[in-house]
């Protein structure tokens, strides 16, 4: 019998922009369901969001659009004002095509609906978040 072996799991250290813990559990789900083992942090301000930048090398930072005041867009200028070159994906319920082109042409590197999590691997694929060294 010829088996192929499982792939190993990657870890993945992500930062989770999100007023919803429960939207971020289903995000860590999708990650780990895709293979990934997530380290993950959630925040759901501004000012934690700047203190969180700082607390550990992160692969990914993946943020909602709408939260309690402010939007994924102003995470996204906090995260280049603080010099942080980590690829930053929106992960939303409220996407459309026009505000996906606009953030996409802002720099951000991703644009994946909640109602489509099972996208979000492959847009981390894409990116090259997570890989192993052998990849």
């Given amino acids: 019998m010829n ?3 499982e792939p190993t ?3 993945l ?5 999100e007023d919803s813990e429960n939207d971020a559990l289903l995000i860590a789900d999708a990650l780990r369901r895709a293979g990934y083992v997530p380290s993950w942090k959630r925040v759901d301000s501004a000012a934690d969001l700047r203190a969180a930048l700082g607390e550990a ?4 930072i993946l943020s909602d659009l709408r939260l309690p005041g402010f939007s994924g867009l102003d995470a ?3 995260c280049r004002e603080s010099g942080a070159e980590v690829p930053f994906v ?3 319920g409220a996407l ?8 996409l042409e802002a720099g ?3 644009c994946v609906s909640k109602d489509h999590l099972e996208r979000l691997a492959g847009t981390l694929a894409e990116l090259g978040i997570g890989r192993s060294k052998a990849d």
């Fill in 13 to 17: 250290d992500v930062l989770l922009v």
């Fill in 96 to 103: 459309d095509d026009g505000l996906t082109a606009a953030a």
């Fill in 3 to 5: 088996r192929h072996p």
């Fill in 57 to 60: 090398p992160w692969q990914a």
């Fill in 90 to 92: 929106l992960v939303s």
């Fill in 9 to 11: 799991p990657r870890r």
């Fill in 76 to 78: 996204f200028a906090i």
């Fill in 108 to 110: 951000i590197r991703g």
